[in-house]
């Protein structure tokens, strides 16, 4: 198991602007560690060392500066579709004030954000073995997800919309902005999300040591 490069992810939360402190550092670099150490029996990402600390770490942390500066509302979130946690147990570290529920439906991954819970001491983190659309403890103020399904299937984002109280917003990590114009563009004709296409932001997000193009939508409700 590769050693989590210190340096790398604290230069990182600098670029972002987030105070990478001593106990925010610690935790993030014990949860890579923990990825690290049960990825390959539970196949939680595709990724390990620098690559892990830059496409899933930072790359969860490089919306927070944005949904921060749209002034959203950030008390009650849910990551759907958790996963290995991404963005949620990152975005709980530093919103040590949110109450972030995780939403995931496989059962061993489950068992794995229930480990992270307990050995990161986060007391704000609440996790749901659910499917995405039927994500109990709404509505929330931020409803996330990434590396998540199209917004074409319209059944799925018909529910994830219900879970958003009025006032909040649905903030989903995506790849190239093109790509997500055209998902977005794509949905015009519909009745209930055309409109919610139409007032949607898409906002570049600057990944730490990325290169690649990435983004964040956000569907304000």
């Known amino acids: 198991m590769p050693a989590v490069n210190i340096d790398l992810l604290s230069r990182g939360l600098s670029a972002l602007g987030l105070d990478p402190g001593q106990d925010r550092l610690a935790r993030l670099a014990r949860y890579i560690e923990e990825i690290e150490l049960w990825n390959p029996a539970y196949g939680l990402v595709k990724a390990s060392g ?3 600390v830059v496409k899933h770490v930072l790359d969860s942390l490089a919306a927070l500066p944005v949904l921060r500066g749209l002034g959203l509302p950030l008390g009650r979130v849910a990551d759907l ?3 290995a ?3 949620g147990i990152p975005l709980a570290i530093f ?3 949110s109450a972030v529920t995780l939403v995931e439906r496989m059962e061993r991954r489950v068992r794995f954000l229930e480990n992270q819970k307990a050995r990161l001491g986060l007391s704000n983190v609440t996790i749901s073995q659910a499917e995405a659309e039927r994500a109990p ?3 929330y103020d931020l409803v996330t997800f990434r590396a998540f399904r199209p917004f074409s299937e319209r059944k799925l984002f018909l529910s994830v919309r219900k879970l958003v109280k009025a006032g909040g917003a649905i903030a989903a990590y995506k790849g190239r902005l093109q790509t997500a114009r055209e998902e977005l563009a794509a949905l015009a004709p519909d009745p209930v999300l055309g409109p919610l296409a139409v007032r949607a932001e898409v906002l ?3 990944v730490p040591f990325l290169d690649e193009e990435r983004c964040l939508v956000i569907l304000r409700a």
């Open 95 to 97: 919103l040590p004030e």
């Open 81 to 83: 579709g958790s996963g």
């Open 85 to 87: 946690g991404l963005p």
């Open 204 to 206: 570049p997000l600057s």
């Open 137 to 139: 403890g709404g509505p």
């Open 50 to 52: 620098d690559e892990l």
